[in-house]
Nanobody
Framework: QLQLVESGGNSVQPGGSLRLSCAAS????????MGWFRQAPGKEREGVAC????????KYAASAKGRFTISRDNAKNTVYLQMDSLEPEDTGVYYC???????????????????WGQGTQVTVSS
């Protein structure tokens, strides 16, 4: 049974850092691109970062570029999102997602992802 379990969400002050993790099981992790999405209160879910199956390419939303880093450890079936210089606008529920199929390039299109975790809350506030 496919499972994606996020962890690492917390409340931090502006300028702080968090590292999110997503532990995957139930499928061959190294065959799929993985993504991080977030949903802020009252807003639609948006793509934050994506990494290809072997980790060779990454793609970031403009708001995340330069502050967030997506990485993966295929030996541990885990994908990470390192978030630095956090801003109040980064507040939301962060979801890990698996691509629907093999992707030639990273994408932030929600429709390219078919399996989702339950989410982890990130709150950035002073």
């Amino acid at each position: 049974q496919l499972q994606l379990v996020e962890s690492g969400g917390n409340s931090v002050q502006p300028g702080g850092s968090l590292r999110l993790s997503c532990a995957a099981s139930g499928f061959t992790f190294s065959n799929y691109a993985m993504g991080w999405f977030r949903q802020a209160p009252g807003k639609e879910r948006e793509g934050v970062a994506c990494i290809t199956s072997k980790g060779g390419e990454q793609k970031y939303a403009a708001s995340a570029k330069g502050r967030f880093t997506i990485s993966r450890d295929n030996a541990k079936n885990t994908v990470y999102l390192q978030m630095d210089s956090l801003e109040p606008e980064d507040t939301g529920v962060y979801y890990c997602a698996r691509s629907r199929s093999l992707l030639a390039a990273p994408t932030l299109r929600e429709t390219d992802f078919g399996s989702w975790g339950q989410g982890t809350q990130v709150t950035v506030s002073s």
